[in-house]
Every structure is written in structure tokens, then in C-alpha cells.
């Protein structure tokens, strides 16, 4: 869109799919995107994608919890971030469905998160899985395993980050940190719980019917033409 364009405030969001982006490239988009927003050069946006290996570490975490040198974990091809978000230290990998809605907090940061957990427990629900959100160690959880992490940032009433939903995710990434702070919880997958799972695409097409009803939003689908994570994020994201 236009520099000093300015986009009329409704109840309608875009969302893409991005396929396998790497993790500092996708935070770049996510501030483009919540820049361009408050601009008012663009929609409010939900990003799902999967990322590379990489352990990221929230604003307060411990780096204690990160339980191998840095050096060794890029020998196995982890990458090692810091990153703005709550919480504390978590993994993300192939298999594991990454969503970042950039939206504005019209219901608080409280309201956020419950809306992003209904549609991932009505999504497991209607699998036949019984899992429930928890504020308090914030996440969906299965039992006394985790299968949903979620933290987000805000700045000037727009969130981004998002959630990570482990769909057939190797957990050998995780034995390499102490998930979310949590020593005595566990964590768990969709494959680990019916045996299977889709592609991580076909669970964010599935997902948007839910992120409509609980965000109280419209989703149009913005696709993005021969994504090349090398080149500038701009060229990219083009205007829609």
C-alpha cells in the first residue's frame, strides 16, 4: 500500500500460511506488519508457519533452563534466540504449528490469549482430545502435559507472537531445555496422543474457522508468492 495510506477500522483481518520461515526473519515480519498497522497501511494480520530448530528465551527467562552451551546446540542445527515475548524459555521445530496473530487487544492481553486457547482446545476437542487452557502456567494442556505454549508482546495495543502447537514435533528438542520454566511438567504432541498428524498447513486452514469465532474477526486470506526468506522481508509482505 501507499505511504500515508490509511485503512478504515472493521471487524476484518488477513491471514497467510508461510510455510518453514526462520525465526528472526518471521519477529522482522511481525514488527513490519504491527508498524504498518498502526501506520494504518494495513490490516490486522495472523501469521502460521513452522520455524527451523531453534530454543527461543521470553523476556524474563532463566538462561539456566537452556541445559546444553550454545555452541553445542548449533552443532545439532538449533539456533538460540532471545526474543520480546512473555515466559520463559521454550523450542520450536518442524512439525509444530506456529501462529502470530498481530492483532489489536480490543478485549486486553487476558482476552487475547483465552481467544487464541478456545480455538486450539475446540480444534483438539473435535479429535476427541479433552484439553483445557490454564492462565496460570499459561499454555493447553492435556493432563499434566503440555501440547499448546503461548506468549506474546504488546506494544501501543497490538500483540504480537502467538502460540506453538505440537502437532509431530521431534522431542529431542525439548530434552534440551527446561520448557516454559516448568521442571516437573511434561509435554506432549497430537502424534504422541492419537498417533498421527496433519501437516501443519492443513491444521491452520482448519484453524481459521475458530480464530474468526473467538477474535470476532473476518480472515481473508493474503498468499504470498514465492517466499524467499533471504531477501528483504518488504519484498515479501507486499502491500494487498
Known amino acids: 500500500m501507499a505511504a500515508g495510506c490509511r485503512l478504515e477500522a472493521e471487524a476484518v483481518a488477513e491471514w497467510s500460511w508461510l510455510g518453514r520461515v526462520p525465526y528472526r526473519p518471521a519477529l522482522e515480519l511481525q514488527e513490519q506488519i504491527r508498524n ?23 523476556r524474563h527467562a532463566d538462561p539456566a533452563h537452556v541445559l546444553l552451551p550454545i555452541p553445542a546446540l548449533r552443532a545439532r542445527g538449533v539456533e538460540v534466540c532471545r526474543t520480546s515475548r512473555g515466559g520463559d524459555v521454550t523450542f520450536h521445530g518442524p512439525g509444530q504449528l506456529v ?47 503440555k501440547i499448546c505454549a503461548f506468549g506474546v508482546h504488546v506494544r ?22 527446561v520448557p516454559c520454566g516448568l521442571p516437573s511438567a511434561g509435554v506432549t504432541s497430537l502424534a504422541r496422543q492419537i498417533g498421527c498428524a496433519p501437516p501443519p498447513e492443513m491444521v491452520a486452514r482448519s484453524l481459521i474457522g475458530l480464530f474468526e469465532k473467538n477474535f470476532g474477526v473476518q480472515l481473508i486470506e493474503m498468499r504470498v508468492p514465492g517466499c524467499n526468506w533471504t531477501a528483504p522481508l518488504t519484498r515479501m509482505m507486499e502491500a494487498s
Open 36 to 58: 504498518e498497522i498502526l501506520a494504518g497501511c494495513r490490516r490486522e494480520t495472523l501469521l502460521l508457519l513452522e520455524h527451523p530448530a531453534v530454543i527461543t528465551l521470553g
Open 99 to 145: 501462529g502470530y496473530p498481530v492483532f489489536r487487544l480490543r478485549r486486553g492481553v487476558r482476552g487475547h490469549m483465552q481467544a487464541m486457547a478456545t480455538s486450539i482446545v475446540a480444534w483438539l476437542a473435535s479429535l476427541g482430545l479433552a484439553a483445557e487452557w490454564r492462565a496460570s502456567t499459561p499454555g493447553v494442556w492435556i493432563g499434566a502435559d
Open 156 to 177: 501501543h495495543g497490538i500483540a504480537t507472537h502467538g502460540f506453538a502447537l505440537n502437532l509431530a514435533v521431534d522431542f529431542e528438542g525439548f530434552s534440551t531445555i
